[in-house]
């Protein structure tokens, strides 16, 4: 019997995190931005080339974000996307490489990087007047089997209010 509680504990904390994690998101996009509102952070690690990006956490349009990728392989890294194509980015830590359709940061082995940026405001379909949550494929231009995604949560509308 204790053993089922506990097991049930364990799904219902993080559960109940994440509601909170959605409704404090949802106050702080309500604010404009560099009103005091904290920046989004997203952690991403690279352990290795068979795993590609770890990717824990989100952004939501028109927010600051800081991005921290740490480097976790014994060799450089890219850490590329159309995310970044057109956004002024602020670089720690890492090398700003400009390839011909994107742009991309390299971080060393062992070290960390953050990238501060602020994200694209929302784009509305016409037809529904419905803005969509965004997805962007994440890769190292140095290793091409390196992958990952990042994703900018569109919190507007019945769920997450304003």
């Known amino acids: 019997m204790k053993i089922r509680e506990h097991t049930t504990a364990l799904f219902t904390v993080p559960i109940a995190a994440v509601m909170v994690f959605g409704l404090e998101m949802g106050t702080a996009h309500a604010q404009a931005p560099g009103m005091g509102a904290p920046p989004s952070k997203v952690e991403i690690t690279i352990k290795d080339r068979q795993h590609?990006?770890?990717?824990?956490?989100?952004?939501?349009?028109?927010?600051?974000?800081?991005?921290?990728?740490?480097?976790?392989?014994?060799?450089?890294?890219?850490?590329?996307?159309?995310l970044f194509k057109e956004i002024p980015v602020r670089v720690e830590g890492g090398i700003e490489v400009q390839g011909k359709h994107f742009k991309s940061y390299h971080v060393d082995a062992g070290k960390t990087m953050t990238l501060h940026f602020s994200t694209a405001p929302s784009k509305f379909d016409p037809a529904t007047g419905i803005a969509?949550?965004?997805?962007?494929?994440?890769?190292?231009?140095?290793?091409?089997?390196?992958?990952g995604e990042l994703y900018v949560i569109e919190t507007r509308g019945e769920i997450g209010g304003g």
């Open 52 to 82: 590609g990006y770890q990717t824990v956490g989100l952004s939501m349009p028109s927010h600051d974000t800081v991005i921290v990728v740490h480097n976790r392989d014994s060799v450089t890294h890219g850490f590329a996307s159309n």
């Open 132 to 147: 969509e949550s965004l997805r962007h494929a994440l890769w190292c231009d140095i290793h091409p089997e390196v992958k």
